[in-house]
Nanobody, 121 residues
Framework: QVQLVESGGGLVQPGGSLRLSCAASGRIFRINAMDWYRQAPGKQRELVAAVTSGGSANYADSVKGRFTISRDNAKKMVYLQMNSLKFEDTAVYYC???????????????WGQGTQVTVSS
C-alpha cells in the first residue's frame, strides 16, 4: 500500500517562507519523477515543480527564482522550499509521484491528500 503524505503547510505572511515535505512509504521499488501541484479555489490544478530521479528539475514560470524542489532518494522524500511567498501562492499543495512497486512492474501515479498553504497579512 503506497502512500504519499505531505506536511509543512500553514499560514504565512507575504514575503515569508515555508518548506513542504512529502514522504513516500509502502512497497516501493523505484521512484521515477516526483512533483508538486497546487490548486487554488475556483482554479484548475497546476504543476508547480517537478524533479526526476536524476535530479533534473523544472518549474512553473510563476514560481521560478522563488521555489526550489529537491528530493532525497534514500529517504524517499521530496521537498518544496518556498521563498518570497505571495498572496497568489495560496492553494492546496499536492505531492505526486510516478513509481514502480517491483522490478518488472509498470509504473503508476500516486497522489497525497494535500496540505494547505495560506499567504495572508
Amino acid at each position: 500500500q503506497v502512500q504519499l503524505v505531505e506536511s509543512g503547510g500553514g499560514l504565512v505572511q507575504p514575503g515569508g517562507s515555508l518548506r513542504l515535505s512529502c514522504a513516500a512509504s509502502g512497497r516501493i521499488f523505484r521512484i521515477n519523477a516526483m512533483d508538486w501541484y497546487r490548486q487554488a479555489p475556483g482554479k484548475q490544478r497546476e504543476l508547480v515543480a517537478a524533479v526526476t530521479s536524476g535530479g533534473s528539475a523544472n518549474y512553473a514560470d510563476s514560481v521560478k527564482g522563488r521555489f526550489t524542489i529537491s528530493r532525497d532518494n534514500a529517504k524517499k522524500m521530496v521537498y518544496l522550499q518556498m521563498n518570497s511567498l505571495k498572496f497568489e501562492d495560496t492553494a492546496v499543495y499536492y505531492c505526486h509521484a510516478d513509481l514502480s512497486s517491483s522490478l518488472y512492474g509498470y509504473s503508476n501515479d500516486y497522489w497525497g491528500q494535500g496540505t494547505q498553504v495560506t499567504v495572508s497579512s
